[in-house]
């Protein structure tokens, strides 16, 4: 599967994912992409490669 490089911009910066591992965005400390919003849940969602790009898993 071909790499495709994704721009995560968030309030804190810009975040660049290389394509190679799932990516968690949420509110927890944990998180790999953290979001510091109440209306964010802890592990909010799950950002992973797919063929051809990027999908989501909520």
């Known amino acids: 599967m071909d790499r495709t490089t994704l721009s995560v911009i ?12 799932p990516c968690v965005v949420g509110r927890g400390r944990t998180s790999d992409i ?4 109440g209306r964010v849940s802890r592990r909010h969602l799950m950002l992973e490669p797919v063929a051809g790009g990027w999908g989501c898993r909520i």
């Open 10 to 21: 968030t309030p804190a910066g810009r975040t660049m994912l290389a394509g190679d591992a």
């Open 34 to 37: 953290v979001v510091n919003d």
